[in-house]
């Protein structure tokens, strides 16, 4: 049977898209311009704030002190898992070298970039998770210098709970600054910061915009969009269970996509039937983000059997995936599509957004079809490196300068010829790009 949308979306994760690229493109000339004064003027606008910048030691003792003990303990919690799944990560990545031809040595090197920049959510949420998961990978990486940037409240400065997560991750300054203002000072190196080689961090669409602008000038994680998530279900499945985790997602904001895709018409119809109730008990900013995403972006899909299920699945690309469906090994082996997948309902979204280990900062949009989320493999350069003895740089010669001569490279196939005549004095060599 073909799919059968029982909830169709009126909106897709680009409508209704502000062109912003002009408003950031003009801040960044302007500090870029103007450095530090310029980036303070900014931050009077726009935050409201006129405190410290980069917070003194004696500023994060301070802040870290109203931090309860137990949420502490829990940020802690999430620090630990996060690291030690960085560092099975690491350990996946390895110096390697290969004699390629005798006398001829190939290798590849790992490389940390010298300097982090980690954005971190302030405005409407406190994103302390985020915190966890940009610092901590920089860290685990063996980044040497890692600026935390987030945006100040008026008149109080740092949620402290970002503070001391960014603090106890590993974070060697952290920045009052938020906006496209905090991304220009990471990247120009104000205020004394060394310059960002790459940008790292979820953030409002200026905040993207101004990482789209400047990859290439650094590195960035990803181009993200709104939040998305897809829920895979069948028969087997809790309708509560799927309906919390679809609204779980829906409170990031009006426009972030959640979809249901099921074999099963009954657990749809439960599931559309339970998720406006369980909105509408949300708290009233939360029930607003939720509403608005449920009605124009959100989808309920019925499909024919498993792989139709899985076939959908690939095609959206989720963000998040998670899979409350029979047979979890099929699902595991047969999906290829998503930034990080949840398998069984004793497991959630939730848990990788905040605590489980798995990095939170993921592809949306669709792009988990060609790239995962953020780890430390992005903040590392994978380089390669060869040296050879005279005798091995023999052949490789020869190769050189006559595929040098057929693509027209001259110069190319020089380099090569002079080795040769060095090298090799007396011998000849058929070096035309015919021979």
Avoid at 32 to 56: T, V
Avoid at 406 to 421: I, V, Y
């Amino acid at each position: 049977m073909a799919r059968e949308y029982l909830k169709k979306a009126k909106l897709t994760s680009r409508s209704g898209a502000s062109d912003v690229h002009a408003t950031v493109q003009g801040i960044l000339d302007a500090i870029e311009a103007g450095g530090d004064a310029a980036a303070l003027e900014y931050a009077r606008k726009f935050d409201q704030y006129e405190g410290s910048i980069l917070l003194s030691e004696a500023e994060i003792e301070a802040a870290c002190a109203l931090v309860p003990e137990k949420l502490k303990a829990d940020i802690r919690f999430s620090h630990d898992n996060v690291r030690r799944f960085a560092e099975r990560q690491k350990a996946t990545v390895a110096d390697v070298e290969l004699e390629v031809v005798p006398g001829l040595i190939a290798g590849q090197k790992a490389i940390p970039v010298d300097a982090a920049g980690c954005y971190v959510p302030g405005g409407r949420y406190s994103h302390i998770a985020s915190a966890i998961m940009t610092v901590t990978t920089a860290k685990v990486a063996g980044c040497k210098h890692i600026t935390a940037c987030s945006p100040p409240r008026p008149g109080v400065g740092v949620a402290p709970a970002i503070i001391y997560a960014a603090h106890i991750c590993g974070a060697d300054q952290i920045m009052a600054m938020g906006g496209v203002q905090g991304v220009a000072a990471m990247t120009f190196g104000l205020f004394g910061l060394p310059p960002a080689n790459i940008l790292v961090g979820p953030g409002n669409q200026f905040v993207a915009e101004a990482k789209r602008i400047l990859f290439g000038r650094v590195g960035i994680d990803m181009i993200a969009g709104p939040t998305d998530s897809l829920i895979l279900a069948d028969s087997s499945a809790d309708a509560h269970i799927v309906a919390t985790d679809l609204v779980s997602q829906a409170e990031h904001g009006y426009n972030s996509p959640v979809w249901l895709v099921t074999d099963d018409r009954a657990l749809a119809e439960a599931v559309m039937d339970m998720v406006p109730k369980l909105i509408d008990d949300l708290p009233e900013v939360n029930c607003e983000n939720a509403t608005a995403a449920w009605r124009d972006y959100a989808e309920v899909i019925v499909c024919a059997d498993r792989e139709e299920m899985a076939a959908c699945s690939d095609e959206y690309a989720p963000e998040h995936l998670t899979v409350q469906a029979e047979d979890l090994d099929w699902w595991l082996g047969r999906l290829t599509c998503y930034g990080s997948l949840f398998l069984g309902e004793e497991t959630t979204v939730s848990y990788g957004d905040k605590a489980a280990g798995t990095n939170h900062v993921l592809p949306t949009s669709g792009a988990a079809r060609y790239t995962g989320g953020l780890s430390v493999h992005k903040y590392m350069k994978i380089v390669t490196w060869q040296r050879a003895t005279r005798e091995g740089s023999k052949p490789v010669a020869q190769a050189t300068a006559r595929i040098s001569r057929l693509e027209g490279m001259e110069g190319h196939a020089r380099a090569a010829d002079a080795r040769l005549a060095k090298y090799f004095p007396g011998e000849n060599f058929d070096l035309s790009a015919d021979g």
